[in-house]
Nanobody
Framework: QVQLVESGGGLVQAGDSLRLSCAAS????????MAWFRQAPGKDREFVAY????????WYANSVKGRFSISRDNTKNIMSLQMNSLNVDDTAKYYC??????????????????WGQGTQVTVSS
């Protein structure tokens, strides 16, 4: 079992930046792929960004490409999401997730095995 705790969310204005973190415990995470998803009220959970177990391969949703950057520090078991140029469409609850494979990009929530409780990001215009 992997425990995941997100932090760093908040209320910001359009154009601002935020950095989300996901602290993981319970297993050696450098063997697992990880990702960020988000869910707005009334909408399905959607993929945001993916990072492979060794941190070398990343993948982004088109809606965030060029604005968001995913990274991980396996020595500290922390994954981060740097979010720049935020807009109102980025408003959602953001979740980190673990997929128990070293590498294997997937945009589908059902492919991920462990989830955090989420952190709210609200962007005002």
């Amino acid at each position: 079992q992997v425990q995941l705790v997100e932090s760093g969310g908040g209320l910001v204005q359009a154009g601002d930046s935020l950095r989300l973190s996901c602290a993981a415990s319970g297993r050696e995470l450098d063997i697992f792929a990880m990702a960020w998803f988000r869910q707005a009220p009334g909408k399905d959970r959607e993929f945001v960004a993916y990072i492979g177990g060794d941190g070398h391969f990343t993948w982004y949703a088109n809606s965030v490409k060029g604005r968001f950057s995913i990274s991980r520090d396996n020595t500290k078991n922390i994954m981060s999401l740097q979010m720049n140029s935020l807009n109102v469409d980025d408003t959602a609850k953001y979740y980190c997730a673990v997929r128990r494979v070293r590498n294997g990009v997937s945009i589908y929530p059902s492919d991920y095995d462990d989830w955090g409780q989420g952190t709210q990001v609200t962007v005002s215009s």
